[in-house]
């Protein structure tokens, strides 16, 4: 659990970083600060702590009953609200690169209820036998289960006709079709896959792709200093592309980069600037030359 709750730290982290970049336009536009003058203005274009209601972070949200099964109960409940936010700000979404976090996070919530329940499956305890004081039987009828299609006192006598629950059996009241629910798969290997072999992949193509670019970034640089900070890039970028191998041989894939259409968009714009850079220094040497040559 503690592990869970430092993720969840850096979780905040994260989703603070993508509200500050989206948010960031607001200081600077009159339309956007118009909008959301609270956050533009008294805000500064920061991100406030607001749940998804609308309603300010406070210690109420610590729900702690001292009872580890009700907790942990507590904790899945939790969780199970976050995947449902994160899918419907993905929905929301229309940002590349914020859907693909959104949907890593949403993938956390799950790995964080199924550990839950585990823990929750661990004390060998009934699921809804909560605390020390047994319930009455009347109030929760006999057997595990409870009464199956129990009826009340209210329902019975005089001319009530009984009439079987279309949701009950299943069926569509008036199509007569079987209802159809949409949920995800418990266990979706495409889900896995892609988020623990493709996702590294898609990086380890960007970070390769950074390696052979710093050298001709570092080559163009106007000041000594911004080369090497390049250089210095360069030898972090190696060390990732190095994690990120060793990452997908532990887990049984090949060391494949999957190409990251994103990054070659960007380093395609940056040999542009430094094409154009270039051409400047060639007409200005040119420039040159035809003074210094008239001066002759």
Known sequence: MIDIGTEE????????TLARLHLAPMKFGRDAAEANPLIAIAGGGGVNLF???GNAWTADYLKITGELDVDLCSNIAVEAR???VYERLIQFCDDAGTKDALQFLMSCEITHMKAFAAALDSLEKP???IGQIAPTAASTGEGEHGEIDARGSWNEGGEWELVESAVVNGKGKDTGREMQTEASEADDPDIVEALLVNNPRDLLHAEKQ????LPKMAKAAKTEQLAELFLQHLQE???RVNCLTECLRLLGAPARAKPCKGMMGLLEKGDEIIAEHQKKLAGMDLDRGRSEGRAL
């Open 82 to 84: 976050a995947k449902i």
């Open 237 to 239: 970028t190696e060390d």
């Open 210 to 213: 950074i390696m052979k670019a």
């Open 51 to 53: 749940n998804s209601m």
């Open 127 to 129: 699921r809804f036998s």
């Open 9 to 16: 730290l850096s979780h905040l982290a994260d989703v603070g």
